[in-house]
């Protein structure tokens, strides 16, 4: 039945995020992804190993697509308002998709995944370098602001934030973060 409707890998996770986007991660499976497509779900075994190698593939899509957020949110600015962009880039992405954003999170150990992680990481580290920090001091201050974001947004979405104005509180982390950025090095480099 595949072959007959043209079912490729990519109509498979197209569907895998119109569940996720639609129901949430607790609601995938492959049979509401072959309902979607109007097959049985043995016919998605040709394009994924089972459910768990869907979840997989959509947490590497997601990842790559998150990443590519993060890059092209970076592209002509600098410095501070970089930082600013990413970090708004950050949260966008994730509110707009809260169940991709949590399968970004899904561990998986394959040199794809790797790679994936690292177009985020290297816009990170792009956008710090403009600091003069260390190697060291980069990677730390990019697991910072990465802890800080993951937190706001992790709080948001679950709706737990509490009250009062989220958009506010978000650029006061973002400057808080800039403010101790620039304690550690007073002079961005040109």
Do not use: C
């Not at 075994?45 to 997989?56: A, C, I, N, R, T």
């Not at 690292?118 to 060291?136: F, K, P, V, W």
């Amino acid at each position: 039945m595949a072959k007959k409707r043209g079912l490729d890998h990519h109509d498979v996770i197209e569907a895998g995020f119109v569940v996720l986007d639609r129901d949430g991660r607790e609601k995938l499976s492959l049979k509401s992804v072959a309902d979607i497509l109007a097959v049985q779900s043995p016919s998605l075994y040709s394009h994924v190993s089972g459910l768990g190698g869907l979840m997989d593939e959509l947490a590497l899509a997601a990842t790559n697509d998150f990443g590519d957020s993060l890059r092209d949110s970076a592209i002509g600015v600098a410095g501070d308002d970089a930082i600013r962009a990413f970090a708004t880039a950050y949260r966008t992405w994730a509110f707009r998709h809260p169940s991709r954003y949590d399968i970004t999170l899904r561990h998986i150990d394959s040199p794809e995944r790797r790679a994936a992680g690292r177009g985020a990481i290297s816009t990170m580290d792009t956008i710090l370098a403009h600091y003069g920090l260390s190697n060291a001091e980069a990677r730390r201050a990019g697991r910072t602001l990465r802890a800080a974001l993951h937190g706001f947004v992790t709080l948001e979405i679950s709706n737990t934030l509490g009250r009062g104005d989220h958009d506010q509180s978000f650029k006061f982390l973002v400057e808080f973060f800039l403010d101790g950025l620039r304690v550690r090095v007073p002079e961005p480099a040109s």
